[in-house]
């Protein structure tokens, strides 16, 4: 049966790590040398199926009401000895065999985006780039941003960079997502993202890696990086041009392009630096189109005009929201929105633990076969939701749900795909409180 492959695949990936994994203990001399209740590949097991509940309830749950289940201060001891990249290595392990299960096509759409997570702690448990200050709240909180890379294909999440708050940094996080990103024989990248991360730098980190990237800049008649180009300001276009970046005033350099920039000293670029007599060239595809306000929309892209219309364009920009509703689904339904520590350490566990488990539930909604149904306004898709809790029982490693008992079960947990819906952004950030473990309904 597929899903048992998969959760072979799954078990596969954690042994793996396991075997390797001197460089994940916090000491590898003593941590994991005797045999207890919570070996690593329990504890790994366990944080991917942990849900919303408190530490104990999920306990409970996971080792189905037996007396000799572990403590919550046992498993708060055992998670002291891992570090956080234990669970980023399976997650990466995972990812590599998934991969493997589905036929290669000729491009990846990649959406990069971040999202912050709040959290309780104490200063004695959590350094000051973590805290935010009281406004929001009368004592203030403790946060982090996740930046993602996002699969708009698989709806599997295909790497991450996890930054304290105050550390935040969404261009450097995106280069080392695009230069450590694995890229496939035959299967061109292409790295959609919002106006946030254009950027001359992040731009070339995609050159260098030979992708693409699709990035909404801003407006032609806003001071930015196309309010600068040799670019009509009004009307919708297609223009393609060479920017030549160089980073000296000096004489010596001879540059010529359609339009020649200085990158200073206070701004990044890894290509070229500071004071080179040399010069870096962007070949750059500028489209602008309307919107159905009336309002403009501009993309900065090195994608083919041969191969991708300003249809095309328009539509693989509007498919980036997809990694907007992931991480809805990763904080509310996966239950990233709940956390069961105050240590900083400790919830970068449970981030890629989440993680794990939303790639695991998107794959198996992807090889689930539902039936077409005639007559019907809607075509279906099987309920993220209830997908999430199945998956999050039969992936466990000591789990003995039969898999052939899966399928007939996610075909009828269905909802109706509706496409034509559309909603209002939101104009100013929403906060939302993080929600305390101890005192949250069991």
Same mark, same amino acid.
């Given at each position: 049966m597929f899903f048992n492959q998969i959760k072979f695949l799954f078990r596969d990936a954690i042994f793996y790590v396991v075997s390797h994994m001197t460089p994940f203990l916090a000491d590898p001399d003593k941590d994991f040398t005797r045999r207890r209740k919570l070996p690593p590949e329990t504890l790994i097991s366990f944080l991917v199926s942990q849900g919303a509940s408190s530490t104990g309830n999920e306990l409970d749950d996971f080792f189905d009401f037996h007396c000799d289940a572990p403590s919550p201060s046992a498993i708060n001891q055992q998670r002291d000895k891992l570090?956080?990249?234990? /669970?980023?290595?399976?997650?990466?392990? &995972? /990812?590599?065999?998934?991969?493997? &299960?589905?036929?290669?096509?000729?491009?990846?759409?990649?959406?990069?985006?971040?999202?912050s997570f709040?959290?309780?702690?104490t200063p004695k448990l959590a350094p000051d780039e973590y805290f935010?200050?009281?406004?929001?709240?009368a004592k203030g909180f403790y946060s982090l941003h996740l930046n993602a890379l996002y699969d708009l294909n698989s709806h599997t999440y295909m790497d991450a960079v996890i930054q304290p708050v105050h550390f935040k940094d969404e261009f450097k996080a995106f280069c080392t997502m695009v230069d450590r990103l694995e890229t496939l024989e035959g299967t061109s990248d292409i790295f959609i993202a919002d106006r946030g991360y254009c950027s001359y730098n992040?731009?070339?980190?995609?050159?260098?890696?030979?992708?693409?990237f699709l990035f909404r800049s801003k407006d032609v008649n806003v001071r930015g990086i196309a309010g600068h180009l040799?670019?009509?300001?009004?009307?919708?276009?297609?223009?393609?041009?060479?920017? %030549?970046?160089?980073?000296s005033h000096s004489r010596k350099i001879a540059a010529s392009g359609d339009y020649v920039t200085f990158v200073g000293a206070a701004s990044t670029f890894d290509f070229l630096p500071y004071g080179s007599l040399d010069t870096y060239t962007l070949p750059v595809r500028v489209v602008r189109f309307p919107l159905d306000d009336g309002s403009y929309e501009c993309i900065m892209t090195n994608l083919p005009a041969d191969e991708f219309t300003m249809?095309?364009?328009?539509?693989l920009y509007f498919s980036r929201w997809g990694i907007e509703t992931s991480f809805r689904r990763l904080k509310y339904t996966i239950g990233l929105s709940s956390f069961h520590s105050y240590k900083p350490e400790f919830i970068k566990q449970e981030i890629w633990a989440k993680l794990i488990a939303y790639n695991l539930t998107e794959t198996v909604i992807n090889h689930t076969v539902v039936e077409t149904?005639?007559?019907?306004?809607?075509?279906?898709?099987?309920?993220?939701?209830?997908?999430?809790?199945?998956?999050?029982?039969?992936?466990?490693l000591h789990s003995r749900k039969n898999p052939a008992d899966v399928m007939p079960l996610?075909?009828?947990?269905?909802?109706? %795909?509706?496409?034509?819906?559309?909603?209002?952004?939101?104009?100013?950030?929403?906060f939302r409180r993080p929600r305390y473990f101890l005192y949250r309904a069991a």
């Amino acid at each position: 049966m597929f899903f048992n492959q998969i959760k072979f695949l799954f078990r596969d990936a954690i042994f793996y790590v396991v075997s390797h994994m001197t460089p994940f203990l916090a000491d590898p001399d003593k941590d994991f040398t005797r045999r207890r209740k919570l070996p690593p590949e329990t504890l790994i097991s366990f944080l991917v199926s942990q849900g919303a509940s408190s530490t104990g309830n999920e306990l409970d749950d996971f080792f189905d009401f037996h007396c000799d289940a572990p403590s919550p201060s046992a498993i708060n001891q055992q998670r002291d000895k891992l570090k956080p990249q234990v /669970l980023e290595e399976v997650c990466h392990q &995972l /990812l590599l065999s998934l991969l493997k &299960l589905d036929p290669p096509s000729p491009y990846r759409f990649l959406a990069a985006d971040g999202s912050s997570f709040s959290f309780f702690s104490t200063p004695k448990l959590a350094p000051d780039e973590y805290f935010v200050s009281g406004g929001h709240s009368a004592k203030g909180f403790y946060s982090l941003h996740l930046n993602a890379l996002y699969d708009l294909n698989s709806h599997t999440y295909m790497d991450a960079v996890i930054q304290p708050v105050h550390f935040k940094d969404e261009f450097k996080a995106f280069c080392t997502m695009v230069d450590r990103l694995e890229t496939l024989e035959g299967t061109s990248d292409i790295f959609i993202a919002d106006r946030g991360y254009c950027s001359y730098n992040n731009m070339a980190h995609v050159l260098e890696k030979k992708q693409f990237f699709l990035f909404r800049s801003k407006d032609v008649n806003v001071r930015g990086i196309a309010g600068h180009l040799p670019l009509p300001k009004q009307g919708s276009f297609d223009r393609c041009l060479d920017i %030549v970046i160089k980073r000296s005033h000096s004489r010596k350099i001879a540059a010529s392009g359609d339009y020649v920039t200085f990158v200073g000293a206070a701004s990044t670029f890894d290509f070229l630096p500071y004071g080179s007599l040399d010069t870096y060239t962007l070949p750059v595809r500028v489209v602008r189109f309307p919107l159905d306000d009336g309002s403009y929309e501009c993309i900065m892209t090195n994608l083919p005009a041969d191969e991708f219309t300003m249809e095309d364009i328009k539509r693989l920009y509007f498919s980036r929201w997809g990694i907007e509703t992931s991480f809805r689904r990763l904080k509310y339904t996966i239950g990233l929105s709940s956390f069961h520590s105050y240590k900083p350490e400790f919830i970068k566990q449970e981030i890629w633990a989440k993680l794990i488990a939303y790639n695991l539930t998107e794959t198996v909604i992807n090889h689930t076969v539902v039936e077409t149904r005639k007559n019907t306004k809607h075509s279906y898709k099987v309920n993220f939701t209830e997908a999430a809790h199945i998956c999050r029982v039969f992936f466990r490693l000591h789990s003995r749900k039969n898999p052939a008992d899966v399928m007939p079960l996610l075909r009828r947990k269905l909802i109706p %795909v509706r496409k034509e819906r559309s909603f209002p952004r939101l104009q100013t950030a929403h906060f939302r409180r993080p929600r305390y473990f101890l005192y949250r309904a069991a």
